[in-house]
C-alpha cells in the first residue's frame, strides 16, 4: 500500500546529508562519483554505497554486511530504531524540525595544519558577544549565554552564524560548530574534537550532548546543576577519535563525577548513550547517568515548549520593530 510519508522520507531526505549529519559518516570522495557516493565511519569502520534511483529513492547498502541495504527507513532502523514507527519518528523531526547540512565532511576526517589554523583564524575573526537572536528564539536566555561557565566558547560570525568552538586537550581550536536558522555545519578545514564548557574546581559531573545548543538547553533546564556541572558536546556522533579523547577526559575528571549522557531520544541517541556507558565503565571513580529529555527528540526540543511563552514575546517585540512601534 502506497504511504506519502514513507515516499518522502525516500525520496526527499538527502542520505548522504542525513548519514553524516545523524550518525557521523564520511563522503570518500576519491572513491565517489555524482551518482554513487562511498561513504566511511571511523568508529565502526562501515562503509556504505548510496544512490539515488530513477524513482527518486535513496539507496544503501553496507560493503561490511550483505543484510545492511535498503532505503532510509531501512539504514536508520539497522542502526538503532527499534521499530518503523520509532525509524518515522526520527525522519520526521529530521525532515521538518532539524537543521540540514551545508557541507559534507570529506575523507581524509582529520584536515592538515595549515587548515587546522585556518579553522582557527575564522574563530578569532567572529565577533565576540554576550548575546544571539537565533538562540534566544530556540529559548536560550540572554543569562545563559552571558554565564561564565560558557564565556568564548561561542561567537558570532559572518551572516549572523553562531560558532561554537571546538578545543582539543591541549586548547588548541580545531575548528567550530556553525549554528543559524534552517542549517547546521562545521568549519570549513576543521576537525571535530570537543565544544566544552569551562571547567571549576568542586565540579560534580559532565554533562555530555551532541551539540552545544542541547547542552545550553540542558544547563538553562537545571538550574540546581549549574554550579557543579561542566558541559561537552561532540557535534554529532562521534568518531574514533573523538571516542579515544572522551576517554582520556573521563580520566582526568574529579573523583567520585558523574557522566551524564543527555543526548537525543532515539535510536542513535541510545546507541550513544551505551557507548557512553561502556566509556564510563573503564573508570572505576566515576558513575554513568542516562538523561533523555522527557517528552522531546533532544534537549533544545523541551526547552522551546518550556520557553514557549518567552519565545513569543520575541516575536512580539519583533513585530512592534517591524511596524515601527514604540519598544517597551
Known sequence: MYDHELDCFKRDIHLVEFAAARYGYVRDRRESSRACHVLRHEGSDDKIVVRQGNDGHWTYFSVRDERDNGTILDFVKARGARSIREACEELRHYLHAA??????????????????????????????????????????????????????????????????VHRDEAEVITGFEIKNRGFTGFATGGCKTAWHSAARRGD??????????????????????????????????????????????????????????????????????????????????????RDAPPGAKDWNELLQRVEQDYIRSLSVLRASRDRGGPER
Open 204 to 289: 560534580q559531573a559532565l554533562v555530555v550532548t551532541e551539540s552545544a545548543v542541547d547542552a545550553l538547553s540542558h544547563y538553562q533546564l537545571h538550574p540546581e546543576r549549574a554550579a557543579t556541572t561542566r558541559y561537552l558536546s561532540t557535534a554529532g556522533a562521534p568518531s574514533r577519535s573523538q571516542i579515544e579523547g572522551l576517554d582520556r577526559v573521563f580520566a582526568r575528571l574529579p573523583e567520585a563525577s558523574t557522566v551524564v549522557a543527555a543526548v537525543d531520544s532515539d535510536g542513535a541517541g541510545e546507541k550513544l548513550a551505551q557507548g557512553l556507558q561502556d566509556l564510563t565503565r573503564r573508570h572505576a571513580k566515576l558513575t554513568f547517568q
Open 99 to 164: 537543521p540540514r547540512v551545508v557541507e559534507l565532511p570529506a575523507a581524509p576526517s582529520r584536515p592538515e595544519r595549515h587548515d587546522l589554523r585556518s579553522a582557527a583564524q575564522a574563530f578569532a575573526d567572529a565577533a565576540v558577544a554576550d548575546n544571539s537572536p537565533y538562540l534566544n528564539e530556540r529559548g536560550i536566555r540572554p543569562e545563559t549565554l552571558a554565564d561564565a561557565r560558557f564565556r568564548d566558547t561561542w561567537r558570532i560570525g559572518s551572516h549572523q552564524n553562531v560558532l561554537f
